[in-house]
């Protein structure tokens, strides 16, 4: 679509808006001509919290994940587990697990996984950090979490290693068919690993 | 969705972008951590231009529509026919229309259209500037434009009354089946007012 702008003003807006991951050109314009329908300080806010959040976003000392404080408050909860550390990609992994209700432990967001397509190695995630801290004795069990991709099982070998010399358990997340699912629909490496996996009855029920 | 955020920074920056429509509280959070991941000057940049343009957009004088000056590209260009209005509802008609380029006359937006259920009246639409444009005698044709709803008819209507004063062709763009589309398909209504606005042959093959 090349269109034409009656202002270079909207253009500008509109191409911010489609160099959004998702948003393309018509997308961009609605929601710009939605915006000039708004009165002033609808826009203003809008813009003053995306700057605030990438200006004075704070990351966990301790996990790295997004926080207001210098110390999280995942990490700082004295109620929650604090010698299990699940080892998250990414900050939305926390919040899908928080939003499962069933961790009590802390994370450990790594910030990425190790894909060297994509230039990323050990040194560009947050790994030295995570041996630092199961270092320090505390930790009894590492839960790995990440995609069951090629590169998260890269990444999960590659910390298994670094993890060996210390007395730490490393445990996975299962991987299975999908609770809801129809095992006619499953594909066949879940459906196999489902079937090698498989757990006692008596302990599927207690979920 | 009742989700924890770990970052009341995060939390506000997608409730802001949550507001905007078609804009889900999950597409908003991929939003916000992508803008985490560009740096700083990105989300300033982004900032700064939905800002301007919100603060500092001009309406031309003239039709209404979106400018960078008092009078707009499309009123100030000497080459188009100053003697036809096109009559649209908003600057987005406006950009459909001009990228047709069909249509080498100026326009004029209402800004709307009337709309009781939502309050809108013909006062709160520019057509009184519109009279006062035909008044000035050099207007030959007005074409309405408005969408094919009830809405549009009676706003096509309310004006075909207020011009009915002035010397001044009214026309509405034609309706029917659109080009590409298959007879089948089209609506009833739609078809039976394309049949009976048919177009002689030897007309429609000059298109």
Partial sequence: MNQKFPSVLLENAVNELAS??????KTALRLALYMLRRDVGYTENFATALVDLRRNVIYCKKCHNISDHEICSICSNPSRDHSILCVVENIKEVMVI????QFRGLYH???GIISPMDGIGPNDLHINSLVER???GDVKEVILALSTTMEGDTTNFFIYRKLSPYDVKISVIARGVSIGDEIEYADEVTLGRSIQNRTSFNDSIKI
Avoid: C, F, M, Y
Avoid at 20 to 25: D, H, R, V
Avoid at 98 to 101: A, D, K, S, V
């Fill in 98 to 101: 928080e939003n499962t209700g």
């Fill in 20 to 25: 959004l991951p998702g948003i393309g050109k």
């Fill in 134 to 136: 199961v270092a320090e």
């Fill in 109 to 111: 967001v790594l910030g």
